[in-house]
């Protein structure tokens, strides 16, 4: 294989992958249940950003047993149960604090490298020259950030 039709067809798959994140769809559908199945169910924003910045340590169904999470030193969080944690009420801005790295948690990283990267970082333009993350508004991040409380309130066990 020539070597320039290698790096062609890398960046063909990598400016795919752009796309298909820059396009963020309103409804995605993901397959669901046991390997295997074919079975596909919408999937919210709140959804994907956890399933995208969450899941590796919390695990799918955020119970804290995600592929990460027995390299860790502490066990992450079971996020099922954080309202019964807190008396019945759903701490909404304690998640948002975590999420946006108004309070730090070591696990999560330091503000200047989260473990999800610039996902929930408000950016006026590119950090850097070459491999910079692109600008990313108030609102935006905003509303990554409300997305990924609200599925977080909406797992809850009663």
């Known amino acids: 294989m020539r070597p320039g039709f290698r790096v062609g067809v890398s960046f063909a798959y990598v400016a795919l992958g752009a796309w298909l994140l820059c396009s963020r769809p309103t409804t995605v559908y993901a397959q ?17 950003e956890f399933r995208l910045y969450c899941s590796q340590c919390h695990g799918m169904e955020a119970t804290g047993n995600g592929p990460v999470a027995r390299a860790l030193k502490t066990r992450p969080a079971n996020l099922r149960t954080l309202t019964k944690k807190h008396g019945g009420v759903f701490p909404e ?31 006026g333009g590119p950090v850097g020259e070459i491999h910079a993350p692109p600008a990313a508004s108030k609102e935006e991040v905003d509303q990554r950030i ?5 599925y977080i309130k909406s797992i809850q066990n009663p």
């Open 32 to 48: 669901t249940g046991i390997a295997g199945s074919a079975s596909k169910a919408p999937v919210s924003e709140g959804e994907l």
């Open 93 to 123: 801005q304690e998640i948002r604090d975590f999420i946006d790295g108004t309070k730090e948690m070591a696990a999560h990283g330091a503000r200047e490298m989260p473990i999800w990267g610039f996902a929930f970082q408000y950016r």
């Open 146 to 150: 409300n997305h990924l409380v609200d």
